[in-house]
């Protein structure tokens, strides 16, 4: 089934349960309604798929769907097609809509005001559009540079050929901050370690990420690295070479957990929560959030099946203390 034929049938499905159930106000019939938004599938082991675990996670917590209504729309890369998503979960009385991409950041400015007793949501951004007076918009961030920077002291210290391969999708946003901390990791770590970036132009071409890592292992990575939801071409590249792998935003061990050393996990209950909070005490939006590794909402998932040696864990472990405890700054900006 399309993406778009699923996004009609869910539509109708929601339309269907609304009507059964008396409208979408929140706290009405004890149910919950979110809807999410997503430039690419829900299980990309990427970005997506870090939102949509964490809205499982919720729902489980409040008492699964029938607490918590969950409905999406995948594959969202055409932003049009995106609004038109978001316009339609408002009308049908969504409680919260999140639009799971700074690239639908217009599209909420558009439709928002149009909704004011429905709470939006977008990622990865700080703007709520507050200044606009708008106010039914919640924002949400990752201090990605955070886990970026423990995976590249890990790297540091775990290549043998002092050259480490980094597929980046495009040079904005989380994407960036990780990347960036990631080569600080590395750089403060062992200066002799060479790291070669290379931005794709992309988020979801994994044939281009796939070339990339090729091109990273011609010049004599034995570590790579990447994110967005097209590196799954990246660490199929890695696997058939074996070459070490680290991740982010979700986790990506079950891909090729004979090469993932760990990989940064995104979880979004942090901001979630409380958005939800929020909004069932009368607030629609107006807030910023950002995951932390103090925070908890960065999360470093080791690879329980590889074999990763005792001082390097080590220095994971302390590198994660001392960016919780100030005494360790990644040095990249926001």
């Not at 991409?101 to 400015?109: I, K, M, N, T």
Request: aromatic letters at 8%; a negative charge; proline letters at 2%.
């Amino acid at each position: 089934m399309s993406h778009k034929i699923k996004f009609v049938a869910l539509l109708v499905l929601a339309a269907v349960l609304l009507a059964a159930c008396g409208g979408g106000e929140t706290g009405g019939d004890g149910v919950f309604r979110v809807a999410v938004i997503m430039p690419s599938n829900i299980n990309d082991l990427a970005f997506s798929q870090s939102m949509y675990d964490a809205l499982l996670k919720i729902q489980e917590d409040m008492g699964g769907p029938e607490k918590m209504e969950l409905v999406y729309s995948e594959s969202m890369f055409v932003v049009d097609d995106a609004a038109a998503a978001i316009r339609d979960y408002a009308s049908l009385g969504y409680d919260l809509i999140i639009a799971h991409g700074s690239q639908y950041g217009s599209s909420l400015r558009e439709i928002a005001p149009d909704f004011p007793e429905t709470a939006f949501a977008h990622g990865t951004t700080v703007d709520t559009f507050v200044d606009e007076g708008i106010n039914n918009v919640f924002a949400y961030e990752a201090a990605a540079d955070e886990g970026g920077y423990v995976n590249g002291v890990m790297a540091a210290m775990l290549t043998e050929s002092k050259v480490i391969g980094i597929v980046g999708p495009i040079e904005t946003g989380d994407a960036k901050l990780y990347i960036d901390g990631f080569v600080a990791g590395v750089a403060v770590t062992d200066p002799s370690v060479k790291v070669n970036v290379n931005y794709i132009g992309s988020f979801s071409d994994v044939a281009l990420a796939s070339e990339a890592a090729n091109t990273h292992i011609k010049a004599g990575a034995d570590i790579l690295a990447g994110t967005a939801q097209m590196v799954v071409g990246a660490i199929g590249v890695a696997k058939d070479n074996d070459v070490l792998w680290f991740g982010t935003q979700s986790s990506q061990t079950s891909l090729a957990p004979e090469i993932v050393v760990a990989n940064q996990v995104y979880e979004w209950t942090v901001v979630l929560n409380d958005i939800i909070d929020l909004i069932n005490k009368g607030t629609y939006g107006g807030k910023a959030y950002e995951i932390t590794l103090a925070n908890k909402g960065l999360v470093i998932d080791y690879n329980d099946a590889f074999d990763l040696p005792a001082d390097v864990k080590d220095a994971a472990g302390a590198t994660v203390q001392g960016i919780v405890d100030g005494s360790i700054t990644t040095g990249v900006g926001n």
